[in-house]
């Protein structure tokens, strides 16, 4: 019995040096990385984009963390030090940073996130209760990628943030 299966081991052994010797190997090599890289596009596609929300205000967290989490992993920070912490710990697609909280401020913060080699390309929108244009106007030369303000309906917020991944 056992000579019988070695025998037949033998004969698949050498059907596939004849396949690989006629070309066979080239076309599986290809059809693999076929394969490869159309489930590597569908793991992108189910990829949620990481959103870091910073924000000193636990309902605004909470909330922007309902209205978003659908769509996007959601990061939360408390404070402008958090957020640089976990700037370094997680890769964030983006930043939802406040303008005014305690101890660091948001265009500060955002300052620091310029300074820094690893993060200086990193898009921050603002999304704050200033809405005036002399706040939007003072964080113009850190290159914020829009300014959203906290009023605006949350249907209109989602397409800004949506809007930024299409674009």
């Known amino acids: 019995m056992k000579s019988r299966k070695s025998r037949n081991l033998i004969l698949d052994f050498c059907l596939i040096l004849r396949q690989y010797r006629k070309g066979f190997h080239k076309k599986y090599v290809e059809m693999n990385l076929k394969i490869n890289k159309l489930e590597q596009t569908m793991k992108l596609k189910d990829h949620k ?21 659908d769509k996007y992993t959601i990061y939360m920070a408390n404070s402008g030090e958090r957020a640089l912490k976990m700037l370094e710990t997680y890769d964030v697609d983006l930043v939802l940073l406040d303008y005014e909280m305690p101890e660091q401020d948001g265009p500060e913060v955002l300052r620091q996130i310029r300074n820094n080699p690893d993060t200086k390309e990193m ?10 244009k002399e706040s939007e106007d003072a964080v113009r030369d850190l290159h914020p990628v829009n300014y ?3 009023t605006m309906p949350p249907d209109e917020l989602m397409k800004s943030i949506d809007a930024f991944f299409v674009a």
């Open 148 to 150: 959203l303000t906290k």
């Open 49 to 69: 984009k990481n959103v870091l929300v910073v924000d000193d205000d636990s309902t605004m967290l909470r909330t922007l963390r309902l209205w978003l989490s």
């Open 123 to 132: 898009p921050v929108m603002f999304l704050t209760a200033k809405n005036d």
